[in-house]
């Protein structure tokens, strides 16, 4: 891995650059999300691997700020890119650049743009270098995107259907692309609309009482409904069963609210956060994960007749 690449970068977008470089196209999309959890979603280089597996198989960052992030990501195929994420936040604006591999040089420009106080449309403008000839474009950086048979499948189930092996290499591009980020946007609309219903939630549920016991339900009944979310006072809670035994344990990740009841439990005892795979312990609540913060504190769980109760008595 080479370290230089990130050397004298600038921590600024260069606009004049653009005339530089070679458009390829672009790709737009309404999200029904606030700007403030898209601009936090463009400086989250930590989600990448975890919400978009399959474009990314791991990150390690470099450096980060306010200014964006620089980060060597892995590919699923396991080959390394250094890439750079700049924002111009007062733009709601980001430029991310690929500084090595076989897509070194390709960048991706991002305008977010309020609809309503929940509504946005994003237009991601695709560049690369002018220096890249067709051969290159058809040679080089094809490979990076899907096999075309696959990638055809694919377009003909987003009702693109006039693709053809004999595309030139910039509409195969351009059409592998818009694939590409309409998955990304997915995934990242779910994380994204996840993260508000939580911190809405837990703004609702802030209010509410702390009891000191809360029933469950019956045995045999909480057993069909595992893993079962419940509301105990401000917090909700997992119960679940792990090696024949009960267990609770906080739903909501101390890092930004991931959804923990959606993680199974491994033979260690771990849960894994679906946004950014912190993990936890489920007995003790302790984070696994380097810095990471422990769970909330869980009521016990106690069978009293034939009910499962939650109690902190
Ligand atoms: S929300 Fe980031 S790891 Fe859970
Ligand atoms: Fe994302």
Redesign the pocket.
């Known amino acids: 891995m080479n370290s230089l690449v990130f050397e004298n970068r600038n921590d600024e977008i260069d606009y004049d650059r653009l005339g530089g470089l070679c458009f390829i196209g672009r790709y737009e999309r309404r999200l029904p999300v606030s700007i403030v959890r898209m601009m936090e979603?463009a400086y989250?280089w930590e989600?990448?691997p975890h919400?978009?597996e399959s474009s990314f198989k791991g990150i390690n960052l470099v450096e980060d700020g306010k200014w964006g992030w620089r980060a060597v990501a892995i590919l699923p195929d396991s080959r390394s890119q250094h890439l750079e994420l700049l924002v111009d936040r007062a733009q709601s604006y980001w430029a991310t650049t690929v500084l090595s591999g076989d897509a070194k040089g390709f960048e991706i420009h991002t305008q977010a743009k309020q609809v309503t106080a929940n509504e946005i449309d994003v237009v991601i403008n695709f560049y690369l270098p002018k220096a890249f000839s067709k051969v290159l474009l058809g040679l080089n950086i094809s490979k990076w995107f899907l096999p075309f048979k696959l990638y055809k499948k694919v377009a003909e189930k987003l009702g693109i259907n006039n693709v053809s092996a004999s595309d030139s290499p910039e509409t195969s591009i351009l059409n592998a692309l818009h694939y590409q980020y309409s998955v990304?946007y997915d995934?990242?609309e779910t994380?994204m609309s996840g993260r508000q219903e939580a911190i809405d939630r837990q703004k609702k549920n802030n209010n509410l009482e702390s009891p000191t016991r809360l029933s469950i339900g019956q045995v045999g009944t909480v057993l069909k409904q595992l893993p079962k979310v419940v509301q105990f006072g401000k917090h909700r809670y997992v119960v679940n069963q792990w090696k024949g035994e009960w267990v609770i344990y906080a739903a909501d990740c101390p890092h930004m609210l991931g959804p923990i009841e959606e993680s199974d439990i491994d033979s260690q005892g771990r849960v894994t956060c679906p946004w950014h795979g912190y993990q936890f312990d489920i007995l003790s609540g302790k984070s696994c994960s380097d810095g990471g913060a422990d769970l909330k504190g869980a009521p016990t769980l106690s069978i009293v007749g034939d009910h499962l109760v939650a109690h902190t008595d």
């Open positions: 979603n989250d989600h990448l919400v978009h990304l995934e990242d994380l």
